[in-house]
Nanobody, 120 residues
Framework: QVQLVESGGGSVQAGGSLRLSCAAS????????MGWFRQAPGKEREGVAH????????YYADSVKGRFTISQANAKNTVYLQMNSLSPEDTAMYYC?????????????WGQGTQVTVSS
């Protein structure tokens, strides 16, 4: 079992930045795919960014390319989402997720989420 805990959400004005963190604990192997998803009220969940901890490959949604960066800590059980140039459209609950192995297929584990609110 893997536990994921997100932190770093909050309120920020448009154009600002936030960094989200996701710490994994439990039975967490050395090669995983970890991802960030978001869901705004009335909208479907959207995959934002993903990273394969085995080699560092990253994947981004078009909506965040060039503004968001996903990275991993050296210990590989923590990933970050640096969010720059935030806009009100980025307002959502952000969730961390993980799955063993590469970034294909469904995610097995999910965190509780952290709220990001961007005001204009």
């Amino acid at each position: 079992q893997v536990q994921l805990v997100e932190s770093g959400g909050g309120s920020v004005q448009a154009g600002g930045s936030l960094r989200l963190s996701c710490a994994a604990s439990g039975y967490f192997g050395s090669t995983n795919c970890m991802g960030w998803f978001r869901q705004a009220p009335g909208k479907e969940r959207e995959g934002v960014a993903h990273i394969y901890t085995g080699g560092g490959s990253t994947y981004y949604a078009d909506s965040v390319k060039g503004r968001f960066t996903i990275s991993q800590a050296n210990a590989k059980n923590t990933v970050y989402l640096q969010m720059n140039s935030l806009s009100p459209e980025d307002t959502a609950m952000y969730y961390c997720a993980s799955r063993p192995g590469r970034c294909t297929g469904n995610y097995n584990y999910w965190g509780q989420g952290t709220q990001v609110t961007v005001s204009s």
